[in-house]
């Protein structure tokens, strides 16, 4: 099965800040690659699908890139409201596999 | 737009048979519009797909190999619900599960239930 593995693991960073999450996957998997949030107490949410697909109802400030092994989730200036957890999916190949998680904490 | 709540013991026993349920309400369950899957998060791990199903008429599951032995998921049309069994449970099997859809010809989880959290323990 296809591994991703994300980094950082945590990031503690001060609102309005940039900040970038890495995705890499054990292998290429084109552009099946997807990002959730999720805050404490809920559900994953959808936020960035295909790599760079943005979804609807979803901040601007959210944005993905990447194809093949290599993937970001990029928040641009980070509000209080981002906290959360964000995950990496992929569905190039079954079974589905997720990454480990990257928690953002505001400062 | 779907919801998804999950039902189900909160404790199970090992060696038993979890049993979860998921209610979807938005949209019929009885539509080749969605798929209908199951995801897992042991406490202080990482998410886990476990399976999915997708029904028109016929139905077609996917499960995870490393469940596959001891995984079944099925469509209650009647009730608009669909169920994970996991039988032969240990206390590996503890953690947060979730029912999950999204539109059957996407490849991400637009919709994703609460989670409910399944102890194995005697």
């Known amino acids: 099965e296809i591994v991703l593995t994300q980094s950082p693991d945590f990031q503690s960073v001060t609102p309005k800040e940039k900040v970038t999450i890495t995705c890499r996957a054990s292998?290429?998997?084109?552009?099946?690659l997807h990002w959730y949030q999720r805050k404490p107490d809920q559900s994953p949410k959808l936020l960035i699908k295909y790599a760079s697909q943005s979804i609807s109802g979803v901040p601007s400030r959210f944005s993905g890139s990447g194809s093949g092994t290599d993937f970001t989730l990029t928040i641009n200036s980070l509000e209080a409201e981002d906290a959360a957890t964000y995950y990496c999916h992929q569905s190039s190949s079954l079974p589905w596999t997720f990454g480990q998680g990257t928690k953002v904490e505001i400062k | 737009q779907l919801q998804l709540q999950e039902s189900g013991p909160g404790l199970v026993k090992p060696s038993e048979t979890l049993s979860l349920t998921c209610t979807v309400s938005?949209?019929?369950?009885?539509?080749?519009?969605?798929?209908w899957g199951w995801a897992r998060q042991p406490p202080g791990k990482g998410l886990e797909w476990i399976g999915s199903i997708y029904y028109s008429g016929s139905t077609s599951t996917y499960y995870n190999p490393s469940l596959k032995s001891r995984v079944t998921i099925s469509v209650d049309t009647s009730k608009n619900q669909f169920s994970l069994r996991l039988s032969s449970v240990t206390a590996a099997d503890t953690a947060l599960y979730y029912c999950?859809?999204?539109?059957?010809?996407?490849?991400?989880?637009?919709?994703w239930g609460q989670g409910t959290l399944v102890t194995v323990s005697s």
């Open positions: 292998q290429s998997i084109g552009s099946s």
């Open positions: 938005g949209d019929s369950i009885n539509t080749d519009t969605y798929y």
């Open positions: 999950c859809s999204g539109f059957y010809t996407s490849e991400n989880v637009d919709w």
